[in-house]
């Protein structure tokens, strides 16, 4: 985040803030809140899908008290605006969305002329060793009534494809990158915990009675195929 503080500090017009609140944030509409500090005369505006998450992060940071900070109840593939805003953000939240164009025709509209726009999200192959597991336990007798119908829910795409659709909003591409980076939990207990909120897709189809065993045979698998101690995936 410090790196782009350094970006943000260079911007006084208005700012749009896309990120899912309720579950990339150790609270509710923070990120948005970090960053209207550092654009003191400019105005940011941090928008979800949520309802309820909106309504949380605008009790948690009100406009009276943040008045250069604002939450709108909007999704990202329908984004209303005209160019509104110098910069458009977004954390770890795109992937949740599987069509990126109209989510990219949006964000072009909503800039200025010359505005900019960094994003990151979970890119192709994003923990593939847990997707693969999540994937085998589909088709296992036990699990597979409760994901009759069920299509992947994620948008991982790869730097090649997404400079292209760049490209086709209208976007000059300045810098697009698969980072690497290693997800360690220090015990199976934290990596359940990581399964059990991240993974909604899958978990929330399991029943509650029977979600802490389906929760148990993920880490099994995954402990019996890698082996480790420590256990880690490459994101």
């Given at each position: 985040?410090?790196?782009?503080?350094?970006?943000?500090?260079?911007?006084?017009?208005?700012?749009?803030?896309?990120?899912a609140i309720a579950s990339f944030e150790p609270c509710p509409g923070i990120a948005a809140?970090?960053?209207?500090?550092f654009v003191p005369d400019g105005k940011v505006i941090g928008i979800?899908?949520?309802?309820?998450?909106?309504?949380?992060?605008?009790?948690?940071?009100?406009?009276?008290?943040?008045?250069?900070?604002?939450?709108?109840?909007?999704?990202?593939?329908?984004?209303?605006?005209?160019?509104?805003?110098?910069?458009?953000?977004?954390?770890?939240?795109?992937?949740?969305?599987?069509?990126?164009?109209?989510?990219?025709?949006?964000?072009?509209?909503?800039?200025?002329?010359?505005?900019?726009?960094?994003?990151?999200?979970?890119?192709?192959?994003?923990?593939?060793?847990?997707?693969?597991?999540?994937?085998?336990?589909?088709?296992?007798?036990?699990?597979?009534?409760?994901?009759?119908?069920?299509?992947?829910?994620?948008?991982?795409?790869?730097?090649?494809?997404?400079?292209?659709?760049?490209?086709?909003?209208?976007?000059?591409?300045?810098?697009?990158?698969?980072?690497?980076?290693?997800?360690?939990?220090?015990?199976?207990?934290?990596?359940?915990?990581?399964?059990?909120?991240?993974?909604?897709?899958?978990?929330?189809?399991?029943?509650?009675?029977?979600?802490?065993?389906?929760?148990?045979?993920?880490?099994?698998?995954?402990?019996?195929?890698?082996?480790?101690?420590?256990?880690?995936?490459?994101?």
């Amino acid at each position: 985040f410090e790196y782009f503080a350094l970006f943000f500090k260079m911007f006084t017009k208005p700012i749009l803030i896309h990120h899912a609140i309720a579950s990339f944030e150790p609270c509710p509409g923070i990120a948005a809140k970090l960053i209207s500090e550092f654009v003191p005369d400019g105005k940011v505006i941090g928008i979800d899908s949520s309802k309820d998450m909106i309504e949380f992060a605008s009790s948690k940071f009100p406009e009276s008290k943040y008045n250069n900070l604002k939450f709108i109840n909007m999704d990202a593939t329908q984004i209303e605006f005209n160019e509104c805003f110098e910069v458009v953000f977004s954390n770890a939240a795109l992937h949740w969305i599987k069509d990126h164009h109209p989510v990219l025709k949006g964000i072009y509209m909503a800039l200025n002329p010359n505005g900019k726009v960094i994003v990151q999200m979970g890119c192709k192959g994003n923990a593939n060793s847990v997707v693969e597991i999540l994937h085998d336990m589909i088709n296992h007798d036990k699990w597979k009534k409760y994901f009759k119908d069920f299509s992947f829910p994620y948008g991982f795409y790869s730097p090649e494809e997404y400079k292209e659709w760049l490209i086709e909003a209208g976007f000059k591409v300045l810098r697009i990158e698969l980072v690497k980076k290693d997800r360690v939990h220090n015990d199976s207990e934290k990596f359940k915990g990581w399964i059990r909120t991240q993974w909604l897709p899958y978990t929330s189809r399991i029943p509650e009675s029977h979600r802490e065993e389906y929760i148990d045979m993920v880490t099994n698998e995954f402990n019996r195929r890698y082996q480790c101690n420590a256990l880690s995936m490459r994101q």
